[in-house]
């Protein structure tokens, strides 16, 4: 009864609010579209957790075994941090700086991947709060235009009914701009942590790509 009681109020509040409470809908659809996309691929197809996969990579390069962490990275599918580590087992042979290219490279086309959409999600909470404050004018303009023209008895109720209508506004436009805000943070903080473990984990392939040729060599000496 509860939860019907409250439906039913944000179904009428949405009907006060006047016009401008589809655009502020509109605005609140795409923001929630966005996160679900954002929030399932960052969390589950480019994740994975850093130091254990590494952790698995670094026992096959040690053990000289560059095939089989190439097949742990394969087995990631569509995960940031195998595809850059591969990029830079394939290049295993090459010099230094070559594997740096290559783990550069990677990285590079990992970041439109994890930072896409994420910038509209700070551009819809700006559009939310403006169109929160325009219904808010509006239903104003409304109200004491009304007010003006109306008969004394009347005014009371026309001017509660503008008020109304622009607090509506206002309160939807901040509901929807205070998730976006929200969402946004989580998910550009998640964003980043991908983005600083391609470098913190492409490093240290690196180092023990360099170690394992310098082991060699000392064993061919």
Same mark, same amino acid.
């Given at each position: 009864m509860e939860s019907q009681g409250f439906i039913q109020g944000i179904i009428v509040a949405f009907q006060q609010g006047g016009f401008w409470m589809v655009p502020i809908a509109i605005a609140?659809?795409?923001?929630?579209?966005?996160?679900?996309? !954002?929030f399932v691929?960052?969390?589950?197809?480019? +994740?994975?957790?850093?130091s254990r996969f590494m952790f698995e990579v670094q026992k096959y390069?040690? &053990? +000289?075994?560059?095939?089989?962490?190439?097949?742990?990275? +394969?087995s990631a599918k569509e995960a940031a941090l195998p595809k850059v580590?591969?990029?830079?087992?394939?290049?295993a042979s090459r010099n230094d700086?070559?594997?740096?290219? &290559?783990?550069?490279? &990677?990285?590079?086309?990992?970041? %439109?991947?994890?930072? !896409? !959409?994420? %910038?509209?999600?700070?551009l819809i909470a700006n559009i939310a709060t403006l169109l929160g404050l325009l219904g808010t004018i509006s239903g104003l303009i409304k109200s004491f235009g009304a007010v003006a023209l109306a008969d %004394?008895?009347?005014r009371q109720a026309i001017l509660a009914h503008g008020i109304s209508e622009a607090?509506? &506004?206002? =309160?939807?436009?901040l509901v929807t701009a205070i998730f976006t805000m929200v969402a946004h943070g989580i998910l550009s903080a998640? =964003?980043?942590?991908?983005?600083?473990?391609?470098?913190?984990?492409?490093?240290?392939?690196l180092d023990l790509l360099s170690a394992r040729k310098y082991k060699h060599s000392s064993e061919k000496a």
């Open positions: 609140f659809g795409c923001s929630i579209a966005f996160t679900v996309e !954002r691929r960052l969390y589950f197809h480019y +994740n994975v957790e850093g390069i040690l &053990a +000289n075994d560059l095939d089989g962490a190439i097949r742990i990275c +394969n580590i591969k990029a830079g087992l394939q290049r700086e070559q594997i740096q290219n &290559a783990i550069d490279a &990677a990285s590079l086309e990992m970041i %439109p991947k994890l930072e !896409r !959409r994420i %910038p509209y999600l700070a %004394p008895a009347q607090m509506s &506004a206002t =309160a939807f436009g998640k =964003a980043t942590q991908i983005l600083e473990e391609l470098d913190e984990f492409g490093v240290k392939l």
